[in-house]
């Protein structure tokens, strides 16, 4: 494996979760608002600083680091919390209109990954790409920042709800 799909601990990261199919969980209010709880509790309780963010309909964009503690270790934990708890979630929610196909998705990428038991979420990799130097940790931000706008889902990086770049998130980021 490359050395730049592992985590370096005392550097930033970004990092990448995709789920599974590339199906677009994140169009629903509440699971989006579930990830930016989990991710306040491992900042408060776990030592994640992170400085910028944003929910796609079917991934998440992070830059992020560890202020103490292994960076792969809280995001191991974090994909597996939210990935079962995602799924209950949509199973459980009435208006979830694709709950059927959702579950039936998930079901068979975990039946076809043997660390699986029953359903996964999200898919293997992070992919996380060390962030060493400044204008790398600018180049990933941008990027960041910008996939609303390229995706065509906002004219305007600021409007989308659940980026980092909407100064209206109530959701506390730390300074890079």
Known sequence: ?????????????????????WVDVFTRRAYPEFLLENLAFCRKNKG??????????????????????????I??????????????R???NPQESRKEWMLRVFREHGAANPHNKDHQFWQQSNRPII????????QRRRYLRENPLRAGLVN?????????????????????
């Open 1 to 21: 494996m490359s050395e730049s799909y592992k985590f370096v601990e005392g550097h930033a990261h970004f990092i990448t979760f995709a789920v599974v199919g």
């Open 75 to 88: 995001m191991r934990d974090f994909k597996t919390f939210t990935s079962k708890e995602l799924v209950k």
């Open 48 to 73: 994640l600083r992170l400085y910028d963010l944003v929910i796609m309909p079917n991934h998440l964009h992070l830059i992020a680091a560890a202020a103490n503690g292994s960076l792969g270790e």
């Open 156 to 176: 305007d990086e600021s409007a989308y709800m659940w980026s980092s770049a909407n100064p209206h998130l109530e959701f506390e980021f730390d300074e890079a």
């Open 131 to 138: 962030l060493d130097k400044p204008e790398l940790f600018d």
């Open 90 to 92: 949509i199973a459980a």
